[in-house]
């Protein structure tokens, strides 16, 4: 069974530009919540998508935003990049919403200059 | 909101010893407690997790505890073996929103 799989795996970006990040879930699996983890701040919540529907969202401003697809996967956009929002931007899946086991990809790194 | 703490921030232990960390999280609703193994350059895995109605749980060298009462869950690894150096985290949730610790670095000294 395939793992969760993020495209792509590294981005360079200029401040001002925006920026759209995809995930694929594991198989079957219909949850699919975005991280975004910097060494100062750890790895923090930005949003979760479970059928199509944002169903929690981080702390974070209304340049993240994102969706879900019928087929579960998931794209990320960041727009007006700043300087900060360079990170890895990791995605996890799980089977159903609430409280259930969360899987990673292996993140987007992306670098704004 | 959530906040969860996490010490220590890093760890040495001599091969073969345990290794304890230990996270508080502040929301008694929190009813979920991953814990992620983060290899330099990697992805977190998910090496073990506990819900709130269980206060133990055991995984070969791994175990994890779970005090509701007093908010707080532990990690425990035995017989450590250089291959567990990682950074730890650990995380609380409610309903798919993890909040996660600031990480603990362990190295397993041979």
């Known amino acids: 069974k395939a793992g969760v799989t993020q495209t792509p795996r590294y981005l360079i970006k200029t401040r001002g530009q925006q920026v759209t990040l995809s995930c694929s879930p594991i198989s079957g699996h219909r949850s699919v919540s975005w991280y975004q983890q910097t060494p100062g701040q750890g790895l923090q919540f930005l949003f979760e998508y479970f059928s199509e529907t944002q169903r929690n969202k981080g702390n974070f401003p209304g340049r993240f935003s994102g969706r879900q697809f019928s087929n579960s996967r998931s794209e990320m956009n960041v727009s007006t990049l700043e300087l900060g929002d360079s990170a890895l931007y990791l995605c996890?899946?799980?089977?159903?919403?609430?409280?259930?086991?969360?899987?990673f990809g292996q993140g987007t790194r992306l670098t704004v200059v | 909101g959530e906040n969860v703490e996490q010490h220590p921030s890093t760890l040495s232990v001599q091969e073969g010893d345990s290794a304890v960390i230990k996270c508080t999280y502040s929301d008694s609703a929190s009813n979920y407690f991953p814990w992620y193994k983060q290899e330099l350059g990697k992805r977190p895995q998910l090496i073990i997790d506990?819900?709130?109605?269980?206060g133990e749980k055991k995984d070969q060298r791994i175990a994890v505890t779970l005090n509701k009462t007093a908010k707080h869950f532990s990690l425990h690894i035995t017989e450590t073996q250089p291959e567990d150096s990682a950074v730890y985290f650990c995380a609380a949730s409610i309903a798919q929103n993890f909040v996660f610790g600031p990480g603990t670095r362990l190295s397993v000294l041979p």
């Open positions: 996890a899946s799980s089977l159903r919403f609430g409280d259930t086991e969360a899987f």
């Open positions: 506990i819900r709130s109605n269980v």
